[in-house]
């Protein structure tokens, strides 16, 4: 067990640091502060498996949900899509798609890691504003998270190359783009006829040795799954163990925070949770980080309502859970008469980022970018559930032989696009659902804007086309439909300059609490444009930069 | 052989023995030789009847039928059924009886002689389902045909990966080299795209 060689910190020692969240961004914060000489806490409520752990059983990660928490987390949430509706628990996926494992989401992630481009972060200045919607421009620039994006590249791990569209780089890319699979070569040939460009993806997996760390083996088991041979670049594999070596970080698994009491002179001394018997414990610290991604941060915070903060802490400006942002989706998939076998390696190696700008042309706000993989045709159950074709029957010798023939011919041409910012999306504490511990369940209330929906479709158009020029003997559209789940969780706590219109500043230190720092998804202004784990590793760099020099001045 | 097993299998013929060891991963072959040894050799079902057994056998076979490859009775689907309703599915096993007595129910009026589905004859079986392959009974039991196919074998079902290699998927090899598959291939030897 990896938390058997690490540092021990008792409950009332005052840490310099705690972190809620061992994901993308707690596990880099943990790090880069532990590196850098403070004694740091990470407290993550899932257990904390290793690569060891991982396994390819469809049954028990897809369907049983075990990454997510199993039922119980699923128990633990609600959904609704309009206020006037009373919100229920889902009888399958939860609503907020996370994994609750020592390294986060970013272990059951597929490892798509997009850079964002300098105008997702000023794009309310470039299009003006939007009526209904709370649009603005993020309080940095890409030129300021640039050389952080290098760090993620070289030091979490990413293969790539760079396309034509792409924003300037300081440094190349560490490794070369993974090998193509023959659904990036179908997408390429399409892209050609349609006068597009199609550009090996970036990816958070090792296409050659990196660090320390061995290379891909090409499973095909990435999304939703762990990575078996610490190929794919999750905290877990790269910064969590840097971070125990350091002897002064101390992982804590199996630690549920439920509460940040406030002290009489107004900061954050401790965080209170529940440990692995479901007893309550607190660890003290100087200084607090939530990492806990964009759905429980701004639980957590309401949930740590005082006489002091009767909204939430860190909530004076009522804008904690607001403007949260899933990325829209479209899903088309096509039939090939020889075998792809895309259910081989990652999901994606090529994407096409022609649409990435937002253009009046279109006659509404939004961008995004194309990718072809396999989606249901990596793994076996999902793809006889979910992959075939809408005419082919469903049961009987027929459907056996389209399973049969399709598995091995079959990709997915999927759109990820933009969400906007609306005040009507977000996250409260639902009145009469609980969890298992007795807290309030996390509600969200969700539906796409009428523009990322059109963006959705205009990506879902293009994905058709595309399946026609690739030669597909078949191919056909998923329905359009408002998302009732989402696995990416942004905006819920927003970075900004006015304490006003912002939860953290552009440091990501809270407005309210001077020792509380809030960065994951939930810091994002705007949602790029469908891969948010690249930006939320680079402002955890970032931050954590910050912290330390914040720290070290007292 | 225990009588609820032996009722299960009259008129199915012998089920596969276990064949894993053609695959040559010999910790693998002697794990699922001697999971399939206990099996076969007396166990009896967790959680269903014999009765409710031969039912949900019947329907998995019409659903993934043997054909010139094997089918869900042949990949021991209803081991995976029965397992799993004892297990993860355990909180639906009470929708699922009430399901498969409802399911029952008309079989006798509208097939003179036969009294429960697996009486009937394959092209009976695939006219009576016809009529109920909208309701949520079918779905369930559906989703349990393929995930008992296709899931891991340690779940009861899948028996000597006969779902996997349905799929064309080599059920042993779990690491691969490019190319992967046939347009890769053609363009990693200089055709324009697999063209």
Request: hydrophobic share 40%.
């Amino acid at each position: 067990m990896a938390s058997d060689r690490q540092v021990q910190y008792a409950n009332d020692d005052v840490v310099d640091f705690v972190v809620v969240g061992s994901g993308a961004a707690g596990g880099v914060i943990a790090r880069e502060l532990s590196v850098a000489g403070f004694s740091v806490v990470v407290l993550e409520q899932g257990p904390f498996r290793t690569a060891a752990d991982f396994t390819h059983d469809e049954i028990d990660v897809v369907f049983n949900g075990s990454l997510l928490g199993g039922p119980a987390a699923r128990d633990a949430q609600t959904f609704r899509d309009d206020e006037s509706k009373v919100a229920m628990p889902s009888t399958f996926r939860p609503p907020a798609e996370y994994a609750q494992t020592v390294g986060g989401s970013s272990v059951h992630f597929s490892g798509n890691f997009w850079r964002f481009r300098e105008s997702d972060f000023q794009e309310r200045s470039l299009l003006g504003p939007l009526s209904g919607t709370t649009f603005a421009d993020w309080p940095i620039t890409y030129d300021e998270l640039e050389p952080y994006y290098a760090r993620v590249d070289w030091e979490v791990g990413v293969s790539g190359a760079p396309g034509p569209f792409d924003a300037p780089r300081s440094k190349p890319y560490p490794m070369p783009p993974m090998p193509v699979k023959s659904s990036g070569v179908l997408l390429e040939r399409a892209a050609e006829k349609l006068g597009l460009h199609a550009q090996p993806a970036p990816v958070a997996v090792l296409s050659k040795p990196h660090n320390g760390r061995a290379p891909c083996i090409h499973c095909g088991y990435c999304m939703g799954f762990g990575c078996e041979t610490g190929a794919k670049s999750s905290t877990l594999a790269t910064m969590i163990p840097q971070a125990q070596a350091s002897g002064r970080c101390e992982i804590r698994p199996n630690s549920t925070v439920f509460n940040l009491p406030t002290s009489a002179r107004g900061t954050v001394d401790e965080v209170l949770y529940y440990d692995a018997d479901g007893k309550q414990q607190r660890q003290k610290a100087r200084t607090v980080i939530l990492s806990a991604n964009g759905a429980e941060t701004p639980r957590l915070l309401l949930e740590s309502a005082s006489a002091k903060h009767p909204d939430g802490l860190a909530n004076s400006s009522g804008f904690v859970g607001r403007n949260l942002m899933f990325n829209c989706h479209s899903l088309a998939n096509g039939v090939f008469s020889e075998q792809l076998n895309d259910y081989k390696s990652i999901q994606v190696t090529r994407i096409i980022h022609d649409f990435y700008e937002s253009d009046p042309a279109r006659g509404f706000y939004g961008g995004g970018g194309i990718d072809a993989r396999p989606l249901f045709s990596a793994t076996p159950i999902l793809f006889s559930l979910a992959g075939m074709p809408p005419d082919a029957p469903a049961w009987g010798s027929e459907f056996k032989k389209l399973l049969a023939h399709n598995y091995t011919r079959q990709m997915s041409i999927l759109g990820s696009t933009t969400s906007l910012a609306l005040d009507r999306n977000n996250i409260t504490l639902d009145p009469t659902h609980k969890d298992r511990w007795g807290r309030p369940a996390l509600r969200l209330t969700y539906r796409d804007h009428d523009d990322d929906l059109a963006m959705a479709g205009f990506l879902l158009d293009r994905s058709m086309e595309l399946f026609d020029a690739a030669g597909a003997e078949q191919s056909w559209a998923y329905p359009l439909e408002p998302q009732t789940n989402g696995a990416h969780l942004l905006g819920t706590c927003r970075m900004g300059d006015d304490p006003q219109t912002s939860v953290v500043d552009r440091y990501h230190r809270s407005h309210d609490v001077q020792n509380l720092y809030i960065c994951d998804g939930s810091s994002f202004v705007t949602s790029g444009r469908g891969q948010p784990t690249m930006t939320i590793m680079a402002l955890a760099f970032r931050a954590a930069e910050h912290m330390a020099t914040a720290a070290r001045a007292g | 052989m225990d009588g609820s097993r032996r009722e299960f299998l009259r008129g199915s013929g012998v089920l596969a023995g276990a064949s894993a060891l053609r695959f040559g991963i010999p910790g693998l072959a002697a794990l699922s030789q001697a999971a399939c040894s206990a099996r076969d050799a007396g166990a009896a079902f967790e959680t269903l009847s014999a009765g409710e057994a031969r039912e949900l056998d019947a329907m998995a076979a019409r659903i993934l039928p043997s054909t010139g490859t094997p089918g869900a009775h042949d990949a021991g689907v209803i081991w995976f059924i029965d397992k799993s309703l004892g297990g993860f599915l355990a909180p639906q096993k009470d929708f699922l009886l009430g399901g498969l007595a409802d399911f029952q129910a008309p079989v006798a009026a509208a097939f003179p002689g036969a009294t429960q589905f697996s009486d009937l004859d394959e092209a009976d079986q695939d006219r009576y389902l016809r009529t109920q392959d909208t309701t949520p009974f079918f779905g369930f039991v559906r989703f349990m045909t393929l995930a008992g196919m296709f899931g891991m074998a340690s779940y009861g079902g899948n028996r000597d990966s006969a779902g996997w290699q349905l799929l064309g998927v080599d059920p042993h090899q779990h690491a691969f080299l490019p190319p992967f598959g046939h347009y890769d291939a053609a363009a990693a030897s200089g055709d324009n795209h697999g063209e």
